[in-house]
C-alpha cells in the first residue's frame, strides 16, 4: 500500500532558528501534498496544500513566509519552519493522496508526524 | 465550510464490546469519506475509505457506514480490544476540494 515517510520524528530547537522537515511518498508519486498542524487535544488544521513544481497554497491565517513549503520533485514536499518561536511548538503532519487509483476511488496516507518543541 | 463533529469525545468500554462511533458532516457534497486512527504522539493511519455511491464498507471487524443526505457515518467496531484503544477521526473533504475537514475526534479506552 501507499506509504509516507515523514522525517524528523521529532526536533528540539532554540527560538529564532529555523527547521526543516521531510515528507516523502516511498511507493507512488504525489503532485500534491498537504502538511497539517495538531496542538494537544485539538483536531489537525490543514496549514497547507503543496503543489510539486508550483507554489504552495496557503490556508486562510498560516504565514507562508514562516512556514515555507517546497515540493520540487513528485515525491519530496519539505516544510521549513522559519524563525521558530515556543508558539509554534506543535504536532506537523503531512498526507498524500495515491492517484494510481481512477475517480473518486483514492484514500490519503499520512506520514508518522513530527513533533516540534522550540525553546 | 465544512464542520465534522464526533460524538462522543471519549468513550470507555470493557474488552469484547461491540461500540458506535458517530460522526456528522455539513456539507453533504462529498466524494467519499474516511475514517483513521490515531495513536498517541503518532500519525494516522487510514481505516477506511467510503465512496458516496457506498452505504457501507467493511475491513474485518470495522464497518462504516455513510448516509450523505443525512450527513452522517458512523464506525462499528466489533468485539473490540485492547489494541484498538486510540482515538478516531472522521474526514470527510470539504465540499469540492481535496482538502480533507477532521473532527476533534473520538478517544476510545478499551479495558482487558
Known amino acids: 500500500g501507499a506509504v509516507v515517510s515523514q522525517h524528523p520524528s521529532w526536533v528540539i530547537c532554540k527560538s529564532g532558528t529555523s527547521v526543516k522537515i521531510e515528507c516523502r511518498s516511498l511507493?507512488?508519486?504525489?503532485?500534491?501534498m498537504f502538511w497539517y498542524r495538531q496542538f494537544p487535544k485539538q483536531s489537525l488544521m490543514l496549514m497547507a496544500t503543496?503543489?510539486?513544481?508550483?507554489?504552495?497554497?496557503?490556508e486562510q491565517g498560516v504565514e507562508k513566509d514562516k512556514f515555507l513549503i517546497n515540493h520540487a520533485s513528485l515525491t519530496l514536499s519539505t516544510l521549513t519552519v522559519t524563525s521558530a518561536h515556543p508558539e509554534d511548538s506543535s504536532f506537523y503532519i503531512c498526507?498524500?493522496?495515491?492517484?494510481?487509483?481512477?475517480?473518486?476511488?483514492?484514500?490519503?496516507?499520512f506520514g508518522s508526524g513530527t513533533r516540534l518543541t522550540v525553546v | 465550510k465544512q464542520e465534522v463533529t464526533q460524538i462522543p469525545a471519549a468513550l470507555s468500554v470493557p474488552e469484547g464490546e461491540n461500540l458506535v462511533l458517530n460522526c456528522s458532516f455539513t456539507d453533504s457534497a462529498i466524494y467519499n469519506l474516511q475514517w483513521f486512527r490515531q495513536d498517541p504522539g503518532k500519525g494516522l493511519t487510514s481505516l477506511l475509505l467510503?465512496?458516496?455511491?457506498?452505504r457501507e464498507q467493511t475491513s474485518g471487524r470495522l464497518n462504516a457506514s455513510l448516509d450523505k443526505s443525512s450527513g452522517r457515518s458512523t464506525l462499528y467496531i466489533a468485539a473490540s480490544q485492547p489494541g484498538d484503544s486510540a482515538t478516531y477521526l472522521c474526514a470527510p473533504p470539504q465540499g469540492g476540494s481535496e482538502k480533507l475537514v477532521f473532527g476533534k475526534g473520538t478517544k476510545l479506552t478499551v479495558n482487558p
Open positions: 511507493d507512488f508519486q504525489a503532485t500534491t
Open positions: 498526507s498524500a493522496r495515491d492517484l494510481r487509483g481512477t475517480g473518486p476511488n483514492y484514500g490519503y496516507t
Open positions: 503543496s503543489n510539486e513544481g508550483s507554489k504552495a497554497t496557503y
Open positions: 467510503i465512496q458516496s455511491s457506498q
